[in-house]
């Protein structure tokens, strides 16, 4: 409500006319005007029409365009603007989509009225359009464990039409990372450890973002990144070392592959130093590999004050105008500034500079060519009456529920689950009435502007009377008074019929009254997997009153679960939540909702216990395999005796109210070389149910490099009614089984072993091995 007040005062500085109006561009006989052209024909026709100075301007832009409570600072924007002014971004992600639309469109008039390139819109957009006001989703890593490609396209079209109907015409997404490190702080943000999965989601989210409207412009264009980013493979005697080439095409460069075949109009380069050499100015990686042996072709930007990290941080440049030249010599070509100084100003005295201008054309000529496919030169602006009926339509609001329901996922229960009558219930925890939904979401986790908390949610379906909260502890810091709060709950508990405890890591934005509880997201890394601050005394205190628990853990993160947490009768995770998370756990919980989603990072079985992931390559399970003999612990590791890979809760698994039996799985080699892999899959118990089949396959002995001990090549989710069965059928392009040996792709003959099952956990899995 308080948007709304302030959203009224300051629209009274703004002329009726910018709330919204059609305006055809000035200049309708210029050659780079002419419709029947291409982008790439328009823009160069405009090209040689820019000062040197629009050129360098064309190349940054102001990305906050409203700072706080949507003031305007008309000093501020006079002062970035002469050579600043390619992009355009709104700014403080908690100000009101309609208030922010009638000065995006001042700007976007008065740019059109007086300069010859119109401004383009970039923004963030993680699960919604960044700004309050719109359908505000569960985030990427809740939505790669739905494992249902048809439900993100439903989303990502509403993220996509919100976003136009605002003006925005290019996303800084996807995030390509292949999130193989629990402490990673932005895992939320990302698909997940595998990287045919994140390519498969990330390849649906640039098709469906760029899809074309019925005039052929691109609706939104996408920025796949970041490009790439490095890591390591914790302290195993003779694991892997990764770094070189080959893990990089075979790991972190694949989602790209993949997601180029969609043309991802641009790309962001990550923070990142490659062997030494920060990626912003990295000549050879950029040119060398994104460019000539990938064969990128669209725009290449910065991540935000990456060049300005040259001369600030990393220390290889002297000056801002320094780290502004060796990053556009590598091929940097339009700079992501939200703080000031941007470097790329300082290029303003570079026109002399011959290998300067070459590639500052070429940074112009993409840039113009995303304006014109997306129609910026064309289009009218957007309206307010256009926005309104766009954002948070029923249609957007149902995906948004369905989304919920199939992304959490049910790691462990006894029986407890379902409990159609909940009962009295003891909801305890920090988590419990606050809303986890991502620093990169245009929402306050108190006071959530659409969508419930778990109390909340809770207490609109059982009625207030019968739930009792009681936070307990905070999340992070001692408010000193633990020891009475943990009393509190476990009185709590002993008076209810069930105890729902929430836990987990606060992942919000930086103006979120709860700040300083953060312990996830950018800028965050988890040196300790286990949850922070006191929530496992809260939680042991509570398990030990023996009172029937279901324990949910939200964040973007997987946390180890020690054997006193695994005392919970039920676990669910939710991981970052949407609008509807809370309302989605409360249907499941009461088994209106099967829950189907599966883990898509695994959860570790130790703080120090790396790699983490499923398919780590052989030389990683050192001491791994039998790591138990006769119930003695013989590993070279030292307690507790783990095998590698034998994690409980690994990627792809997660539980349902029912049973499911995938049988007579083979694998034959049909006409073309294709493989093709199937196998029937039966619901064997009592309720409807969906399960994601996933096949695996691994080359028994490759040539040259170590390949990963199994790797996902397929999946789909099928929902079945008790008794039913279906036949599920895969095939596989003999030409997706190879891998990368210096940047080189190949196939081998030989045998291969095929998995199909429930699950990357070997005993989910059944294998067929057939000769190639
Ligand atoms: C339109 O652009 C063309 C090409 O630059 C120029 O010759 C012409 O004067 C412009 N017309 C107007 C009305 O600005
Ligand atoms: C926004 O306005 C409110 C109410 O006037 C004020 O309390 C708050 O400090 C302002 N926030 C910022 C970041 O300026
Ligand atoms: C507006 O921006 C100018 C220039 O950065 C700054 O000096 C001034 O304090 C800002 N005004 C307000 C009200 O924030
Ligand atoms: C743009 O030009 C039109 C026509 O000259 C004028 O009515 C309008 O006020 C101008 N808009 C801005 C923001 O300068
Ligand atoms: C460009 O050169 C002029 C004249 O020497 C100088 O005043 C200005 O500060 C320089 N601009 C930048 C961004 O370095
Ligand atoms: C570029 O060179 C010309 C001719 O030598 C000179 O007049 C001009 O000042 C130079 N411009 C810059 C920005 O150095
Ligand atoms: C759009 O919605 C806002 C907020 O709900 C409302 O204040 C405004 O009057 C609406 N405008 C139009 C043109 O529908
Ligand atoms: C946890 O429990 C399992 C068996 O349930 C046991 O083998 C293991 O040693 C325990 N781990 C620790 C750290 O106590
Ligand atoms: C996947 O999502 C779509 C769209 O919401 C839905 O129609 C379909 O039933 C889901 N797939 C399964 C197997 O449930
Ligand atoms: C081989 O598999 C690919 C990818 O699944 C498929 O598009 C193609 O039609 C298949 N070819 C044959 C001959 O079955
Ligand atoms: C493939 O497996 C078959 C059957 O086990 C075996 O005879 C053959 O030698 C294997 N081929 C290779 C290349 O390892
Ligand atoms: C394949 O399955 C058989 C039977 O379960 C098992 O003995 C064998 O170890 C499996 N092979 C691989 C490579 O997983």
Redesign the pocket.
């Given at each position: 409500m308080r948007f709304f007040l302030l959203a009224a005062l300051c629209l009274q500085h703004l002329p009726a006319v910018f709330a919204g109006v059609l305006l055809p561009r000035q200049n309708g006989t210029a050659t780079w005007m002419d419709t029947s052209l291409s982008a790439q024909q328009r823009a160069d026709a405009l090209l040689p029409h820019l000062t040197w100075d629009e050129k360098v301007a064309q190349m940054g832009g102001i990305r906050q365009l409203l700072s706080a409570n949507s003031t305007f600072n008309q000093t501020l924007y006079d002062s970035l603007y002469p050579?600043q002014h390619g992009i355009l971004s709104y700014g403080s992600q908690l100000n009101q989509a309609q208030t922010v639309l009638p000065y995006a469109n001042m700007v976007r008039e008065q740019q059109r009225n007086n300069s010859l390139v119109p401004w383009i819109t970039v923004t963030d957009s993680v699960n919604s359009i960044y700004l309050p006001g719109g359908t505000m989703f569960p985030a990427t890593l809740s939505l790669s464990t739905s494992w249902n490609l048809t439900l993100y396209e439903q989303v990502v079209a509403a993220i996509r039409d919100e976003n136009v109907a605002l003006g925005t015409h290019w996303v800084l997404s996807p995030e390509l990372e292949v999130s193989k490190d629990p402490r990673y702080g932005r895992v939320g943000e990302q698909y997940g450890e595998d990287v045919y999965l994140i390519g498969e989601f990330a390849a649906q989210y640039v098709k469906t973002m760029q899809e074309r409207d019925e005039d052929g412009y691109m609706k939104v264009a996408t920025t796949v990144k970041h490009f790439l980013y490095g890591q390591g493979s914790g302290g195993v005697n003779t694991a892997s070392m990764d770094g070189g080439v080959n893990h990089l095409y075979n790991d972190l460069a694949l989602p790209f592959i993949r997601v180029f075949k969609e043309d991802p109009a641009s790309i962001m380069i990550s923070y990142a130093s490659i062997d030494r050499i920060p990626m912003s100015m990295n000549k050879a990686m950029i040119q060398g590999m994104l460019r000539n042996e990938m064969g990128f072709q669209g725009l290449v930007m910065s991540d935000a004050v990456a060049i300005n990290h040259l001369y600030t941080q990393s220390l290889v440049a002297s000056s801002y105008?320094d780290a502004a030249i060796k990053a556009v010599k590598a091929g940097m070509q339009l700079e992501l500034a939200p703080q000031q100084p941007a470097c790329f100003?300082?290029?303003?005295?570079s026109s002399n500079d011959t290998s300067i201008v070459e590639m500052v054309d070429e940074a112009v000529r993409q840039l113009l060519i995303i304006k014109f496919e997306t129609g910026m030169f064309d289009q009218p602006l957007p309206t307010l009456e256009n926005l309104n009926a766009t954002l948070r339509s029923a249609g957007h609001l149902d995906t948004n529920l369905q989304a919920s329901r199939e992304s959490i996922v049910l790691l462990q229960n006894n029986g407890i689950l379902p409990r159609p009558k909940l009962g009295k219930v003891a909801l305890l925890g920090p988590f419990a009435d606050i809303l986890d939904p991502g620093s990169y979401a245009p929402s306050t986790s108190a006071n959530p502007e659409n969508g419930r908390t778990l109390r909340g949610s809770l207490e609109a379906v059982l009625g207030s009377e019968s739930v009792q909260y009681v936070q307990g502890v905070n999340i992070r810091t001692d408010s000193g008074n633990s020891i009475a709060g943990i009393q509190q709950a476990v009185a709590a508990a002993k008076e209810a019929d069930v105890a729902i405890v929430s836990l987990g890591s606060l992942s919000v934005y930086f103006l979120d009254g709860n700040v300083a509880q953060r312990t996830d997201g950018e800028f965050f890394s988890h040196p300790d997997l286990g949850f922070p601050g006191q929530q496992q005394q809260l939680l042991d205190a509570v398990l030990d009153t023996g009172v029937p628990t279901v324990l949910v853990l939200n964040g973007g993160q997987a946390f180890v679960l020690n054997n006193s947490t695994m005392r919970a009768n039920a676990i669910l995770h939710t991981f970052l939540g949407g609008e509807f998370t809370a309302d989605a756990l409360v249907e499941i919980l009461q088994g209106q909702v099967n829950p189907s989603g599966k883990l898509t990072v695994t959860m570790p079985q130790a703080e120090g216990a790396f790699p983490v992931y499923y398919d780590f390559l052989p030389s990683d399970a050192e001491g791994g395999y039998a790591a138990t003999v006769a119930g003695v612990c013989t590993s070279d590791w030292s307690f507790p005796c783990l095998t590698r890979g034998g994690a409980t809760m690994a990627f792809g698994f997660g539980l349902g109210y029912t049973t499911f039996d995938i049988a007579s799985s083979k694998a034959v080699v049909a006409g073309g070389g294709n493989v093709t892999v199937s196998c029937t899959v039966t619901n064997t118990g009592s309720v409807t149910g969906k399960e994601v089949v996933q096949v695996y396959y691994r080359q028994q002995y490759s040539n040259l490099i170590e390949l990963p001990n199994k790797r996902l090549v397929r999946f789909q989710k099928v929902e079945l009614s008790p008794g039913q069965s279906q036949d599920v059928s895969f095939s596989i392009d003999r030409n997706e089984l190879g891998y990368y040996v210096n940047a080189q792709y190949q196939v081998d003959s030989g045998n291969y072993t095929f998995w199909v099952g429930s699950s990357s956990r070997a005993q989910d899995l059944m294998n067929v091995t057939l000769t190639l």
């Open positions: 050579l105008k100003p300082y290029l303003v005295n």
